[in-house]
């Protein structure tokens, strides 16, 4: 059998083309620091703010650099770690949640800045049994800023994969 050089080169480029492929499905891994855009510091996000002695609870001022966004990661297929605040759930699961960077954010403490949460809706339910593990989240990040009762949340994510985060 003879080949033309015709079918070795599209051959060729057809098996280059390959590694890349793979990358397209590959998320970025993203930790809390990155949904900070650059150049602007987290002490730059908190004022000083003032402690509520009755609750025993500091309640922090937020500026305007709270609501900043990184704009490389709206659009961007991602993969992040954080703790479940459930929204929407039922005896089959949590199907939204705000996912916050620590335990306790939002209900015990007063709320991260908006640009420190990201609001996550997912087909498939999180079991109510592992609410207070660590989880894995990947999906598509999008700029989304809204208000809850709970907080002012700057990011979304349609979850398509959540899993317990191991160390």
Known sequence: MELSRRHLLTTALGFAALPNAGLANTPKLVGWDDLIPPGVPYSEIIGEGEIDMVRDTWLPEFDENATKLNPVLDGAYIKMP????????????????????????????????ANQLVFVDSEKPWPIDQLWDPVWVTGIMKHELQSTTLAHIGYAMTAEKIEVYEW
């Open 82 to 113: 954080g703790y479940v605040l459930p929204i929407d759930m039922s005896t089959a699961g949590v199907t939204s949640f705000i996912m916050v960077p620590y335990v306790g954010a939002c209900v015990h403490v007063p709320p991260p800045p």
